[in-house]
Every structure is written in C-alpha cells, then in structure tokens.
Nanobody, 121 residues
Framework: QVQLVESGGGLVQPGGSLRLSCAASGSRFSIKAMAWYRQAPGSQRELVAEITSGGSSHYADSVKGRFTISGDNAKNTVYLQMNSLKPEDTAVYFC???????????????WGQGTQVTVSS
C-alpha cells in the first residue's frame, strides 16, 4: 500500500507564493506518475499539474506559467511551487499517485488527505 502525506499549505496574500510537498511511502511499489488536484468550495475536483517518473509534466491552463511541478524519484516526493497566487487558487489541494506493485501487473491510485491553500488579503 502507498500512503501520501501533503504539507506546505496555508494562508497567503494575492501575489504570494507557497510550496507544497507530497511524500509517498510504502513497500514493493514504483511510482508511475504523481499529480496535484484541487477542489474549491462548490466545485468539482480538478487536475492542477502532473508529472511522470520520466519527468514529463502537464498543467491546467489556469495555472500554466505560475505553478511548477517537480519530483524527486529517489525520495518518491513531488512538489508544487505556486507563484503569483490568486484568490481563485483557494482550494484544498490533493496529492495523487499512480503506482505499480513490483513483480506484478497491478496498478493502483493513492490519494493524500489534502492541504488547504487560502489566498486572501
């Protein structure tokens, strides 16, 4: 089983920055891809950014140019650097991982508990 733990959320003023971290732990697994999702009040959960174990990354149009996702394969950790934050970025941010079990064909999805990001004056 893979467990994900997020950290780095908080309150920040518009134009400010935050850096989120997500660490994956467990045994006999390999990470295929990791991603950040967010869910604002009254809205559906949406993909913010994702990165594969090979280093390819993709972003939602709403955050492109402001957010940067990066990963450390050795540590099974993914980061989300958020710059030029806007009030509309306010949401609970969830870490997501797609993992495969060693020596099997099985893959599964893991979710973190979520961390609150609030952008307000």
């Amino acid at each position: 089983q893979v467990q994900l733990v997020e950290s780095g959320g908080g309150l920040v003023q518009p134009g400010g920055s935050l850096r989120l971290s997500c660490a994956a732990s467990g045994s006999r697994f390999s990470i295929k891809a990791m991603a950040w999702y967010r869910q604002a009040p009254g809205s559906q959960r949406e993909l913010v950014a994702e990165i594969t174990s090979g280093g390819s990354s993709h972003y939602a149009d709403s955050v492109k140019g402001r957010f940067t996702i990066s990963g450390d394969n050795a540590k099974n950790t993914v980061y989300l650097q958020m710059n030029s934050l806007k009030p509309e970025d306010t949401a609970v941010y969830f870490c997501n991982a797609r993992a495969g079990l060693h020596e099997t064909i099985y893959e599964y999805i893991a979710w973190g508990q979520g961390t609150q990001v609030t952008v307000s004056s």
